[in-house]
């Protein structure tokens, strides 16, 4: 079956560090990627998406490209900030046996101190 | 600005009683995804309903749990009997067409002592 494996965390940077979380995924076809972020007592929000190979996802600095021939989808950020400290999961969503399973990876928190 | 609803937003309850947990998704999405989520499992997706049909409820343990959707504007998860083991925050997603993106509530955190 599809899968989806994120670096574990957590991520401890200084306020104004580059991040980079790195994802790498299995699947069987042609699947869409995606980040969500979850921020404490909240649910999973849509950080970014791209839907086919070499597509960039950004969204408030967060960049991601989808790499077919490595299967990656790494996030980086060129500076964070203490406001972005939150879980992020890495996701696909491919078409098995007539339906879109959605597949997320198990999060890796980020933490940014000032 | 269009959101999934999610009651009760924590839940205490003992061993052995019914927990029915309620999502409202969001208005014209034809998706409805219900996940749980621990320290030690991580996200896990527990049933998927396609215009309120169940296309997937693989990850669910049939003999206590049990999802349905009764109307397009409610989908529930309910636990019976229900065990420690199932302390958890359970996740109701929504998404306007398949494969698209989710629109996940807030949560239900359930503790059952």
């Known amino acids: 079956g599809d899968s989806v494996t994120q670096m574990e965390g957590p991520v401890t940077l200084s306020e104004e560090a580059f991040l980079t979380i790195n994802c790498t995924y299995t699947a069987t076809g042609y699947p869409s990627l995606f980040w969500y972020v979850q921020y404490p007592g909240e649910g999973l929000q849509l950080l970014l998406k791209a839907t086919k190979a070499d597509d960039k996802g950004s969204n408030k600095g967060f960049e991601a490209t989808y790499r077919k021939e490595t299967t990656s989808f790494h996030l980086e950020k060129g500076s964070v900030q203490v406001s972005d400290s939150a879980v992020y999961f890495c996701a696909l969503s491919d078409l098995t046996g007539g339906s879109y399973i959605p597949t997320f990876g198990r999060g890796t928190s980020l933490i940014v101190h000032p | 600005d269009a959101r999934v609803t999610q009651t009760p937003r924590h839940k205490v309850t003992e061993m052995g009683q019914e927990v029915t947990m309620r999502c409202q998704p969001i208005?014209?999405?034809?998706?409805v995804f219900w996940y749980r989520q621990t320290m030690m499992q991580g996200l896990e997706l527990l049933a998927y309903f396609r215009n309120r049909a169940p296309l997937d409820d693989s990850g669910m343990p049939k003999d206590r749990f049990s999802a349905e959707m009764p109307d397009a504007t409610l989908a529930t998860l309910k636990i019976q009997p229900s065990e420690p083991r199932d302390s958890a925050v359970y996740f109701c997603?929504?998404?306007?067409?398949?494969?698209?993106?989710?629109?996940f509530g807030a949560g239900t955190r359930l503790s059952v002592l």
């Open positions: 208005l014209g999405h034809n998706t």
């Open positions: 997603a929504s998404a306007p067409w398949e494969g698209n993106i989710q629109y």
